[in-house]
């Protein structure tokens, strides 16, 4: 079964400080990794995106890949109330155009 | 509009009727993706469209559930006889299509009840 994982959460972080979120996946020819954010009641948005192995910042936002380990990562620095939302992590797998999600994991960021 | 707009927004039916929700992806875009999200979870794939190529139907729950696209324009997608299970949030997304690193985007969904 082909699947993307990500802890349930919720996670409650205080205002400053760094929010990790941590995704795997099941298929190893996964070529393309992305991370969405959904805030509540609205429709996703893409965050970041990754393709290669290592880091890719953006801002506050650094995206991690370890296709060895078939884990992928998101962390924002200096988190902000106006982070809060649920994150998706997105995969897509070797030779299909779909997406396939996690669950989504719930952050809040506490003033 | 420049995004993704999706019609309607909000959808009560009953148990047992047929419904139609429609999607207009961003224009120039040949992908188009059909998602389900029920309360509380992530994204489920329904279908994909890629230009005129037969569509990956892979994801569809059950025969009640269909979708059309004319062209690279308008997606419908039909669900006859509802169930309460089929009560979700229902999210199309579409996207330039073909590549790797190819980013979609979301409509803001059609939030479906079945009483």
């Known amino acids: 079964q082909k699947e993307v994982e990500q802890n349930s959460g919720p996670l409650s972080v205080p205002e400053g400080a760094i929010a990790s979120l941590n995704c795997t996946y099941s298929d190893r020819g996964s070529q393309s990794f992305f991370w969405y954010r959904q805030y509540s009641g609205k429709s996703p948005e893409l965050i970041m995106s990754i393709y290669s192995n290592g880091d890719k910042e953006d801002g506050r936002f650094t995206a991690q890949l370890n296709k060895a380990s078939q884990y992928v990562s998101l962390l924002i620095r200096d988190s902000q109330p106006s982070d809060s939302a649920t994150y998706l992590c997105?995969?897509?797998?070797?030779?299909?155009?779909?997406?396939?999600f996690g669950k989504g994991m719930k952050l809040t960021v506490n003033p | 509009g420049a995004g993704v707009s999706q019609s309607p927004s909000n959808k009560v039916t009953e148990k047992g009727k047929d419904v139609e929700l429609r999607c207009d992806p961003i224009s120039g875009h040949t992908a188009l993706y059909w998602y389900r999200q029920r309360l509380g979870q992530g994204l489920e794939f329904l279908i994909y469209f890629q230009g005129n190529s037969a569509p990956d139907k892979s994801g569809l729950p059950s025969d009640r559930f269909s979708a059309e696209r004319t062209g690279e324009s308008v997606s419908t997608l039909t669900i006859q006889r509802t169930q309460q299970e089929d009560s979700a949030v229902y999210l199309c997304?579409?996207?330039?299509?073909?590549?790797?690193?190819?980013?979609?985007?979301f409509g803001p969904g059609t939030r479906l009840t079945v009483l």
């Open positions: 997304a579409s996207s330039l299509g073909g590549v790797a690193s190819d980013t979609q985007y």
């Open positions: 997105a995969v897509r797998q070797g030779g299909s155009e779909k997406l396939v």
